[in-house]
């Protein structure tokens, strides 16, 4: 039988060979049982089942006598199979990578014996996502999939899952900002597409730039300017959905050279 948490067997499934019938009369008389019971519940002990109530019947039933009540033979239990229900959702900070976290994995298990549910859980031992970056990124699948626990023994289950995923825009730093310079033309207009800045916290070899919209120096005058204001500070480059940049300002050194008159 199918793994039940019972040493319940069939009795209706008894057969046994009958010794010393009177040749022709094999089928007329057969043996019964009245109880079955497995010696174990559990599939890795359970190799034998115990009749009780052991009888005969048939047409020529009442010619023959049997001394034994009982009788034993070999009986397996098969495992259990379990189905994976919902697998709990991870989440993770984009690192450039699919790879997952195994330990995470949880989730809960269809066609358990009614009382066993603390005795067996499921784990991984491997874990990826369906895509590296944010935007693609919405499943989990794991792999390595088996059983743990007192009665794990009892059932089987699928080697793979699936569960929700997701990945996570990492934040990102303004560093330095590269200075710019200007021949004095009477403004504080700034070239904005002179801004160049460092990022902070990138995944190396990524492709991802801060550019700036709008550009303004302190000061329109050649003495008193040191500093240009950006404005409009956003993200750019292949790998850029993967990022977040809290800053939209920034600021940069910046000098006005004298112009020269003729």
């Known amino acids: 039988k ?3 948490g019972t040493t319940a067997a069939d009795t209706s499934k008894f057969r046994a060979t009958l010794g010393n019938v009177v040749a022709g009369e094999e089928s007329s008389v057969t043996a019964t049982a009245g109880g079955a019971t497995y010696n174990d519940k559990n599939v890795a002990a359970a190799n034998k089942v115990s009749y009780t109530g052991v009888a005969i019947t048939g047409a020529g039933a009442g010619n023959y006598s049997l001394a034994a009540t009982t009788a034993e033979g070999v009986g397996t239990i098969a495992k259990r199979a379990l189905t994976v229900g919902t697998v709990a959702a991870q989440t993770k900070t984009y690192d450039g990578t699919t790879a997952a976290d195994a330990a995470e994995f949880q989730a809960t298990l269809g066609n358990l014996v009614a009382g066993e549910e603390s005795s067996v859980a499921a ?10 970056n944010v935007a693609g990124a919405n499943v989990v699948n794991y792999t390595g999939v088996k059983l743990t626990g007192t009665g794990a023994g009892n059932y089987t289950i699928a080697d793979t899952a699936q569960g929700a995923g997701t990945i996570t825009k990492r934040a990102l730093t303004l560093g330095a900002v590269a200075a710019q310079s200007k021949t004095y033309d009477g403004t504080t207009a700034a070239d904005a597409s002179k801004f160049r800045a460092a990022l902070d916290n ?43 940049l809290a800053a939209t300002t920034a600021e940069g050194k910046g000098t006005i050279t004298r112009r020269t008159l003729t």
């Open 2 to 4: 199918t793994y039940d």
């Open 123 to 132: 784990t991984a031992t491997g874990a990826a996502y369906n895509d590296k």
């Open 202 to 244: 990138t995944v190396t070899g990524d492709s991802v730039t801060a550019t700036a919209t709008g550009a303004a120096y302190n000061d329109k005058n050649v003495a008193v300017a040191n500093r240009i204001d950006y404005t409009g500070v956003a993200l750019a480059g292949a790998d850029a959905g993967n990022y977040s």
